[in-house]
Antibody, heavy 118, light 108 residues
C-alpha cells in the first residue's frame, strides 16, 4: 500500500523557517517525481514545487521561488521542503504527492498544516 | 502559465442525475496532460482521471472524462450521495503546474 506521511508543520512567525518532510513507503520512491501542493484555509489547490526522480531538477511556483528549497533522499525514501522567509500567505495545509511535470498525482499524503502568524 | 477555468462554480443535483463539469485552459494542454481530482472535506485530493480521459485505479465507471487542447469535461453519469465533493482539474504539461478553481458538487 502506498503511503505518504508528512511532518514538520506548525506555527511559525513571519520571516521564520520550517522544514517539511514526507516519508514514502509502498512504492519505488526513487522512480517517481514528487511534488508539494498546498491549500490555504477554504481555498483551492496550489502547486508549490516538484522534483524529478533523481533530484536533479526542481521546479517552483513564482510565489515561493527563492524562499523554498525542495530536495529528496532516495536512500531514505524521504522528500523535504525547506521553507524560509515565511509569510502569512504561506499559511496552508501542505500535501506531499507523487507526480510532477508529465506525471499525474495518484497518491497524496494526509497533509500538514503550516500557520504563519505572530 | 496555463490558467484553468472551471465551470460552473457549484452544481446542485439530485441522486441519479447527470453532472457535467467543464475545465477550459488558456492555452492548449499538450499531450492531454490533464487530470481531475475529487476532494471531500478534511481529506486529501483523490485522483479520478489522468491523461484527460483515463480512469484511475478503483474509480467507478460512472466517472468519465473527455477533451483535448483547451476544452475538457468531467461527467458523472448518475450522481450518488458520496459524490458530494469539490472537483479540480490540473494540467501537468508544463511548469508551473496549475489547478482550476474547482467545482463544488452538491447532492440534494
Amino acid at each position: 500500500e502506498v503511503q505518504l506521511l508528512e511532518s514538520g508543520g506548525g506555527l511559525v512567525q513571519p520571516g521564520g523557517s520550517l522544514r517539511l518532510s514526507c516519508a514514502a513507503s509502498g512504492f519505488t520512491f526513487s522512480s517517481y517525481a514528487m511534488s508539494w501542493v498546498r491549500q490555504a484555509p477554504g481555498k483551492g489547490l496550489e502547486w508549490v514545487s516538484s522534483i524529478s526522480s533523481s533530484g536533479g531538477a526542481t521546479y517552483h511556483a513564482d510565489s515561493v521561488k527563492g524562499r523554498f528549497t525542495l530536495s529528496r533522499d532516495n536512500s531514505k525514501n524521504t522528500l523535504f521542503l525547506q521553507m524560509n522567509s515565511l509569510r502569512a500567505e504561506d499559511t496552508a495545509v501542505y500535501y506531499c504527492a507523487n507526480g510532477g511535470i508529465y506525471y499525474d498525482s495518484s497518491s497524496w499524503g494526509q497533509g500538514t498544516l503550516v500557520t504563519v502568524s505572530s | 502559465e496555463i490558467v484553468l477555468t472551471q465551470s460552473p462554480g457549484t452544481l446542485s443535483l439530485s441522486p441519479g442525475e447527470r453532472a457535467t463539469l467543464s475545465c477550459r485552459a488558456s492555452q492548449s494542454v499538450s499531450s492531454s496532460y490533464l487530470a481531475w481530482y475529487q476532494q471531500k472535506p478534511g481529506q486529501a485530493p483523490r485522483l479520478l482521471i489522468y491523461a484527460a480521459s483515463s480512469r484511475a485505479t478503483g474509480i467507478p465507471d460512472r466517472f468519465s472524462a473527455s477533451g483535448s487542447g483547451t476544452d475538457f469535461t468531467l461527467t458523472i453519469s448518475r450522481v450518488e450521495p458520496e459524490d458530494s465533493a469539490v472537483y479540480f482539474c490540473q494540467q501537468y504539461a508544463s511548469s508551473p503546474l496549475t489547478f482550476g478553481g474547482g467545482t463544488r458538487v452538491e447532492i440534494k
